[in-house]
T-cell receptor, first 113, second 111 residues
Framework: DVKVTQSSRYLVKRTGEKVFLECVQD?????MFWYRQDPGLGLRLIYF???????EKGDIPEGYSVSREKKERFSLILESASTNQTSMYLC????????????FGPGTRLTVT | GIQVEQSPPDLILQEGANSTLRCNFS?????LQWFHQNPWGQLINLFY???GTKQNGRLSATTVATERYSLLYISSSQTTDSGVYFC?????????????FGTGTQLKVEL
């Protein structure tokens, strides 16, 4: 079974702090993704990566950056956290085809005060 | 970008009842996934279904790609079926895939 883990289930940070969210997958998947989930808005893609050291912007990249130094690990970085970044953050991974089914981690609920 | 609409937004069922959830999308897609988000926030894969019908126990899904919709059927519902059901459509881009999610159907199954 695919396993995607995230570093924290709950996180509370102060405005202006630098925040790191980490995601690790154990299935040698090439593709990794970061989403945020907000009530009424569903899941929205922040960034994704198709390979080590490679990244592409999703639909809402503003205020975020990412890092992928190893194939199994994909980090989401909030350079200066703001209250409007309070959300549920979900990481996912998938193969590079022919089947692109995405598998999700348990999520990190981030509160910025 | 592609639009994904789910209906109904909310649904309350008595245990044992059947239901149908619908997902409409505005453009051609490579594939479609259905997920169940449990009360703890975990997204659980239900179906990966570009077209046709698949069944898994009490759940089945049908995607009619030419008409741009998918249906998720839940039969003999149980309280453990409660949660949010999402459909997500897959678009191939560059070297991989992107998912666009609908806003979900909140299901509550009561005794």
């Amino acid at each position: 079974d695919v396993k995607v883990t995230q570093s924290s289930r709950y996180l509370v940070k102060r405005t202006g702090e630098k925040v790191f969210l980490e995601c690790v997958q154990d299935m040698d998947h090439e593709n990794m993704f970061w989403y945020r989930q907000d009530p009424g808005l569903g899941l929205r893609l922040i960034y994704f990566s198709y390979d080590v050291k490679m990244k592409e912007k999703g639909d809402i990249p503003e205020g975020y950056s990412v890092s992928r130094e190893k194939k199994e690990r994909f980090s989401l970085i909030l350079e200066s956290a703001s209250t409007n970044q309070t959300s549920m953050y979900l990481c996912a991974s998938s193969q590079q085809g022919p089947v692109y089914e995405q598998y999700f981690g348990p999520g990190t609920r981030l509160t910025v005060t | 970008g592609i639009q994904v609409e789910q209906s109904p937004p909310d649904l309350i069922l008595q245990e044992g009842a059947n239901s149908t959830l619908r997902c409409n999308f505005s453009d051609s897609v490579n594939n479609l996934q259905w997920f169940h988000q449990n009360p703890w926030g975990q997204l659980i894969n239900l179906f990966y279904i570009p077209s046709g019908t698949k069944q898994n126990g009490r759940l089945s899904a049908t995607t009619v790609a030419t008409e741009r919709y998918s249906l998720l059927y839940i039969s003999s519902s149980q309280t453990t079926d409660s949660g949010v059901y999402f459909c997500a459509v897959e678009i191939l881009t560059g070297g991989g895939n992107k998912l666009t999610f609908g806003t979900g159907t909140q299901l509550k199954v009561e005794l």
